[in-house]
């Protein structure tokens, strides 16, 4: 086997409390990793939280994504929902801009965006899900998602700089598309 060619990165969803509610050991993956996933309100996350995640992410020199998901803090961004393209592509400026807010309130750039939970799901079995996401994330900015799925395919048609990305911590269906349970087991 030769030599590395190009490094793994590991990125992590963080951010994902709500309130006085902690969800993750946000604090203790920082230094393990090199891109933070950070949620953006609608699945999780409130304003000070997201403040709170974005100081701990320069603090440690750690890239920052947004982290959209589906309005559904009850069900963490799980459950599907039925919504109009127009629908969706706000939902996606909204909160991308919320956290675009943050970071640049720390003198940090926008690294990336990847959607959350049951929404990453519809958008690689939807194209036209896929393509109202994909129409609120901001000019030149890469979006994550799965490999060979309208992801890839609708980054490229709308210029979108894509990343492939794999999940460590999830199961597989036989068709290399994500388990994405209701409740996290």
Same mark, same amino acid.
């Given at each position: 086997?030769?030599?590395?060619?190009?490094?793994?990165?590991?990125?992590?969803?963080?951010?994902?409390?709500?309130?006085?509610?902690?969800?993750?050991?946000?604090?203790?993956?920082?230094?393990?990793?090199?891109?933070?996933n950070v949620?953006?309100?609608?699945?999780?996350?409130?304003?000070?939280?997201?403040?709170?995640?974005?100081?701990?992410?320069?603090?440690?020199?750690?890239?920052?994504?947004?982290?959209?998901?589906?309005?559904?803090?009850?069900?963490?961004?799980?459950?599907?929902?039925?919504?109009?393209?127009?629908?969706?592509?706000?939902?996606?400026?909204?909160?991308?801009?919320?956290?675009?807010g943050f970071?640049?309130?720390?003198?940090?750039?926008?690294?990336?965006?990847? +959607?959350? @939970?049951?929404?990453?799901?519809?958008?690689?079995?939807?194209?036209?899900?896929?393509? *109202?996401?994909? %129409? &609120? !994330? +901001?000019? @030149?900015?890469?979006?994550?998602?799965?490999?060979?799925?309208?992801?890839?395919?609708? *980054?490229?048609? %709308? &210029? !979108? +700089?894509?990343?492939?990305?794999?999940?460590?911590?999830?199961?597989?269906?036989?068709?290399?598309?994500?388990v994405i349970?209701?409740?996290?087991?």
């Amino acid at each position: 086997m030769g030599p590395i060619k190009t490094k793994v990165h590991i990125n992590v969803d963080l951010g994902e409390g709500y309130g006085n509610f902690v969800c993750g050991p946000d604090l203790e993956l920082l230094p393990l990793i090199d891109q933070a996933n950070v949620a953006c309100g609608f699945h999780a996350s409130d304003p000070l939280i997201m403040r709170e995640t974005v100081r701990n992410c320069k603090a440690h020199n750690i890239v920052v994504g947004a982290h959209p998901g589906l309005p559904d803090v009850q069900g963490f961004g799980r459950r599907e929902m039925k919504l109009t393209p127009e629908e969706h592509t706000s939902n996606i400026i909204y909160q991308v801009g919320a956290l675009k807010g943050f970071l640049d309130a720390e003198g940090m750039e926008l690294h990336h965006v990847k +959607p959350h @939970g049951v929404l990453y799901g519809m958008m690689y079995r939807d194209y036209d899900i896929c393509k *109202a996401v994909m %129409l &609120g !994330i +901001p000019e @030149g900015i890469p979006v994550f998602g799965l490999a060979g799925t309208f992801h890839e395919q609708v *980054a490229k048609e %709308l &210029g !979108i +700089p894509f990343v492939a990305e794999l999940y460590g911590d999830v199961k597989y269906n036989s068709d290399a598309t994500l388990v994405i349970d209701r409740k996290k087991k």
